[in-house]
């Protein structure tokens, strides 16, 4: 799809995206999640869109932060316009990085779920950060949209904005602007959200850590007891 340009990606791309995926309204609850009733009647399946063999291609590589031979994989599911996804990046995160993924015991894969419905700049910023994923820049395009969040969250347009974070994340700014303005990501995006949604996953944040869904943004010590589990059944002789 092509674009006149970046200044047009906000509601205008949500519209796009909404009309698309055929999502219906969610809501925000007080549980550390916000829930969309996207694919409401879908069964739900055993694993997240990762786990479907057509995804294996999608740049899954390059939103991977951790060893390959880690036994414990987290598929981390996410929105980035979600207030409880940025709680989990900035406060959490960083101690599960420092002490399982560090150390090699797990890794974690970021699978898009844009809430577009109640999120409308969502769209345009997970295009923005899977067009950083070309450029093998998903990492810090994530970090800067979660520590951003509420400078971008509230504007009309916000492509001027992430064009300022692509300079920030040393993005080639020719090759940003191509990748959003093809709408190059668009297809993985739209993949990625509806498959996540016929699995029953709903809520953001959600995670899949080997084949155990764990919902809503769990502090780090709710998450040690898990994976320190986890990790010694995979490892155990």
Known sequence: MQRSGWIGIGVAAAVAFAAGWALRPGAANGSGTAADEAYAGAPPAAAPAAGDQQQQGGMLEERTKGSPD???????ISDFQCPYCQLFAQEVMPTLEREYIETGKAKIVFLNLPLI???????AAHEFAMCAARQDRFWPAHDLLFRHQEEWAALAE??????QLG????????DLVDCFET??????IRYETELNAR????????FVVEGLLIPGALPAENWRPILDSIYTEKTRE
């Open 167 to 174: 300079d920030s994340a040393q993005l080639d700014a020719a």
């Open 70 to 76: 880690a036994p414990v994989t987290i598929f981390e």
């Open 158 to 163: 916000p492509g001027p904005f992430f064009m």
């Open 199 to 206: 699995s029953g996953i709903r809520s953001t944040p959600s």
């Open 183 to 188: 709408g190059a990501m668009q297809g993985l």
């Open 117 to 123: 419905q109640i999120h409308p700049n969502a769209a």
